[in-house]
């Protein structure tokens, strides 16, 4: 016996999704049935909509349903900073600690020659012709992961910027707040040592 | 800054599945606006056709589109014999196995007097109509999950069935194949060495 054809389908579609194996997309399937009847067709209107009315805004590469996005459409963010990341979902990440109130700039990826990835990949061309054209950029904070290709990526472009007179910094390295020196890893300690501050 | 609503709504509908939270539900969105159309026009169609085109059987309570399902519909199956299970997935979970040919009623759920389930709210009175109507049916096998409740339901239906002078048996309690002894819990132990079978 085989499933019929609607639940096999549906079970193949949330096959799809990143870590959604056979018994996790069967559960979900049949959880899907027993949904009331809005909830699924809103589901399934939210993937259309999402799919049709998103894409990247032209001048920062975020997401958005508007172009410019609603951060470049903002008269009182600051004009003089610009954050650079590598995914959308970090702009979401430091944006919701209402610390940094600058602009954004989302490079899709990093730099990766073992897969194959050069700038020519990345949203690096908008970055560079954003500051040529906006003298009111006075900074560029680069916030790439603290990984081998994001450190790999933050050297490229702040050799990229730095000749045009731009501010070029890096988020800061050291101990995660409330962690333990014990399970920090060498190159965290090392790097919290290199940067210590006075208090 | 919020997420634009296209996306919100997306992440809010991931959000309503068992096991996904606010992260999980992100990364799910953002994977789907990176999905090919077709795949989301294919993801938005199943969820529909789910809930629109699946249904329970009125004969066994299986899932299906077409009723009854198919296996009630199969003439070259065991008449004979009917399996009742707790939900719609153990059918296909001991129909996999190819051993079993026979019929299914599928419960949806177990007596739980903690939850207020009782027998009006599970598939009980249309298996009794089922006995009382089909004399072919000689066997009822019960495959109610060997928890506390799931006895609790077979119990209760095997003193149901067997005054009308049906065969009423209970799936094999035992070690798992492939199990050690080691770390087989007390129950299970003293299960497989009432149920011991000569060799």
Redesign the interface.
Known sequence: ???????A??I??YM????VGNK?A????????D?D?E????????????????HYCSICGN????DP???DRDPTRDQSTVLVVE???D??SI?RMNEYHGLYHVLHGVLSPSEGKGPEDLNIESLIKRLQTNDAIKEVIIATNATPEGEGTAMYLARLIKPAGIKVTRLAYGLAVGSDIEYADEMTLLKAVEGRTEI
């Open positions: 016996m085989q499933y019929p054809e609607p639940i389908k549906l193949d579609s799809r999704l990143p870590g996790t069967t559960r979900l399937a049949f959880f899907t049935i949904m009847q909830s699924v067709d809103g589901f399934a209107d939210a993937l259309i909509a999402a799919k049709k009315d998103l997401i958005t349903d508007v996005c609603e951060i995914q959308v979902k702009v979401m944006d």
